[in-house]
């Protein structure tokens, strides 16, 4: 496949052993990025972070994404963030890089950054902001993958993005080695079932890996044939989607199901913000740093403007979900 | 701060005499932003088509927006942007710049390049990819003015951002010295009137400018009392919208009809590109790099990837509304 | 034009005279529906409703169309509305209909009762509910002209409808005969003036008629050419919509903009519902019935359910819009 | 009043025994109507396709649903369909009827229509072409819920509809005796595990009913806890949609899933229309039909206008499905 070229053939990204399993698979959390009172990244909160999730057993990290809150992070903070975790994984895991931009040239420096830092991969989505075409988003992965040296991952992501990746698309660039992978987060578990059947029928798309981004089926992700999970509730309670993860693997449904059901009580935190006050990421990102700050692991519990923070009482609520799933 | 400091109270952004008019009007071309074939910033081109724009009598020039591909250039292409078009204007006329990304640390970011590049006001949308909820919005523009040293502008732009600008938060951030005016390229004209008249209505918004990007209705929004336009077609034709301003302002509106509606003719060439293999972006940018070349103002007709380039055929038919207009 | 039978030659389409004149011009308010208080059609009310229309000089009517809350009125109560305000105007003025429906074969339906109630011409959206494709709306309104024997105005209301009517296609089927006209209440002037400019530019559209709904442009809409206006707030103050279009076809835009700031500001009373205890149909058609009431020409201020209807303090507000528009 | 009145206490509601169970559980097709070719209910293909699911073993028909082509048919065409199943079904299965328009009052019409005709419950979306608010939807489904004597299954289409039922507000309905089951056809499992899960937690939601309205889904919906399916693709192959239900049932994933992939291969049927002809229905309903023709159930495969046609070449590919799938 020509566009994941090993490390032989391009000097440029030096990428630490084990590299990039084809295809990836298993427990691969979005990381969130912890902040500092003022606004700077909190490297000793990201590496604890870290430690907390390698040690959960995790496959691989996800750093820069949405769950990351990417979107809201200077480029300055985005460059830490990704040297402070490969340096800290010190090539024990593979790390993939949000690359989050608005068009090809743009994504592209974001690409090179992430090769320089050492990243395994890139997680990049359709064309945002600009009024998309298909045609668009098929030169764009294209151009990205081409140039980019580091194998790319799409990221399906209509609630940002306002297109979603049609399936014959996906898999038409995977077999023309555009796409190492798709991390889909749109929520529709028909079309992630139609690009894991079709990959599946087809033998061009060797490695190809179909990772769901939906914190709430990934036991029925899993069981239709997905490789992975890309969890943001996995920052939280990272040991719950690697046993997860191992009963779906090992052939235990019914243990999967219901680890997959606790996570679900869990995953009720993100909705404790008032929405009269703030919106979905307020409130989803919010509860995630709450509860890691609640568990110790980060020191400071700050989301990035203009997100509204959670008050004291939701706070409160984040604490109760994690102590009624034995977490705090 | 008040939204609008003067040079004497912020150092820092230097600005060329004679600055910013309070309110801004007149005609404020969003410059394209011409590309070498191999997608760097022609510069040469650039300083040809500032001399076209301030030739024709242009009243400001507003750089990195969506008519100039803002979404699709990296930064060091809108740095390019930025200091050549300053220092070739060199304080003739004011110079806003767009300052186009997700969230609130990012577009500072922009913003503090913007006011380095010696810019005079800044152009900011709404938070986007992010979910984004009103009270967000505002907490947005507040921390842009706080930080950002330079007059801000919000730009409405509901088809890029998925989230429209509410009149009464425009005139709140008004009043509260947040905003130095609004352009509005939601192409909802009645909600354009509602901040029209509600600026007008009251007493603490004085100075704020209402600019419409709908290149189809200046006539009508300077007869309802918006400040002035911002018209990506003025690249092309940047002298009839000079003389539609005008024939406006001395209160001539049916010469200010004749010339709008052979602008609506001349606008018909966004329309050449075929749907079937381009979005609208790529047919509308496309067309007006295509004019602005085939006039020989710019040297390559050259839109960013991922857009798709206009075929002979389709560049032929710009051609002929170029002729058709007189402007070939 | 085929597509619009004279009397002669349809007699299953008995129309009073003066029948539809060609094109259809001037104030056509969307007549509101009064109800009683156990969600009856009130026909007292509505025919003093019609002749406060009538009596302020208006040039149509037209029933069951957005503001009469058709969309929320069973098929006996559209039926009431019809023939009682089509027997109540007596010929004196031409009556359009609504025939607000999903698809094809139910607006035929709607079709065929207005014509058998003596209708002179229906209003007819895009398909809706269903997922539409430009094709299939052309479709749609070619069977409906074809069958229908009224002639047809093109309903365009993406608010409801989810759809935008494409200009080149409106300006095809009127060239076609399928359409008499446009109600544009997209809120998009722009498209509005492509319209006007591409029917202007062709002989094969005699008689079209361009109408626009947006209440707070119809100064610039008649300035742009339009023919005439459907304003829901005229239902309110048909009086100030008779001036405002006598002023601009008289060539006095002063006047007419003026008269138009009069009505933007009493058009603000829609705003007066609290939006976190109801929509925006409830606030809107809730603040026309409560002034409609206020005045004293309906008997009671009920909207059909599920709408939320006004508190006693939103009322309130309401009178107070009224007085200072010189309306209480 | 309970959700679910038995015949006893609701004399005017006539239901055929077995009436409906609680919670509604298995495969319940949503029936298409087989037209003839000038647009007539066909009602001996649809006596003959109610034959076909009723002796592949399904466990209740859903009539007058998307599939079903409700929103084409006119009412007496609905009329039609429901008094041929109940009559033709004569008690064997419950009938559940489709309830769908536009607010409260029109749906009422429909509901009462449904219990004249013996329907054992009716199936309801959220006020639509309305700008609705959630208060509003939450008023919808009381309001029908109170009035219309038969029990109510709230229908989730966000793609007809435009807005998504709340999982809380879902919950709180079936709380309070209003919402006898819901048909989530969203595409959204996240969605309906909250509204499995929430309800499994509840005491006070006895008998609630999950369906899951997604053919490409129904193993891993029935794993996590959903009732029971209706699926438009189980028109064309009942049998298969049926052992599924029974492998899920009977605890046997693998069985379920092997036969939910043989479907999902079958379900690429419903894209053999070319987009650039037709839309999503007139590609997906047609197939449907043509399958249905091509395996001698219905004497035509006409869809209802405005939908365009399948060609005969794109129907030829539909005779491959079917073929693939071992079904003709």
Redesign the interface.
């Known amino acids: 496949m020509t566009a994941h070229p090993s490390p032989a053939t391009t000097p440029s990204t030096p990428r630490s052993a084990p590299g990039l399993p084809t295809p990836l698979t298993g427990v691969v959390p979005p990381v969130c990025t912890p902040l500092t009172p003022d ?1 700077e990244v909190d490297v000793a909160s990201l590496e604890r972070l870290v430690d907390h999730l390698v040690g959960a057993g995790v496959d691989a990290l996800f750093v820069l994404g949405s769950s990351s809150e990417a ?7 985005r460059e830490t963030v990704l040297t402070t975790v490969v340096r800290h994984v010190g090539g024990q895991l593979p790390v993939l890089a949000g690359a ?1 931009d ?5 994504v ?2 974001h690409v090179r950054t992430a090769a320089d830092a050492g990243a395994d991969g890139v997680v990049v989505t359709a ?7 298909p ?3 098929a ?2 992965y294209r ?1 990205v993958a081409d140039r980019g040296q580091l194998p790319v991952f799409a990221y399906d992501l209509p ?4 297109s979603k990746l049609d399936a014959d698309l996906v898999l038409e660039l995977a077999a023309d080695g555009v796409l190492a992978g798709l991390k889909d987060s749109s ?5 992630l ?2 690009v894991v ?1 079709g990959a599946r029928a087809r033998t061009d798309t060797p490695g190809f890996a179909v990772l769901t981004g ?4 990934v ?3 899993l ?2 044939g997905a490789d992975g999970v890309v969890p943001g509730l996995g920052n939280v309670d990272p040991h719950g989607y690697v046993r997860l993860f191992r009963y779906a693997r090992d052939g235990d ?1 019914e243990r999967a ?1 219901a680890e997959q ?1 606790r996570l ?2 869990l995953f009720g935190m993100t909705g404790v913000g008032d ?8 409130s989803g990102l919010g509860a995630f740093k709450a509860a890691l700050h609640l568990r110790g692991i980060i020191d400071c519990p700050r989301t ?5 923070p959670l008050s004291a009482e939701e706070t409160e609520r984040v604490g109760k979900f994690l102590a009624a799933a034995g977490l705090l």
Chains 1, 2, 3, 4 share one sequence.
């Open positions: 606004d979107a809201y992070l200077p480029d300055r903070h989050i608005m068009a090809s040239l743009r592209l420096d064309p945002f902001y600009t009024r998309t075409h045609a668009e988003i030169r764009h151009l609630v940002s993005v306002h929520g529709d578990d028909g079309g079932r139609r059947l939906s914190e709430l089926t036991d029925s992700a069981a239709m449904p199901r059901e679900c009580a929405p009269l006050r703030m919106g979905a990421s307020s990035a403007a203009p997100q509204v």
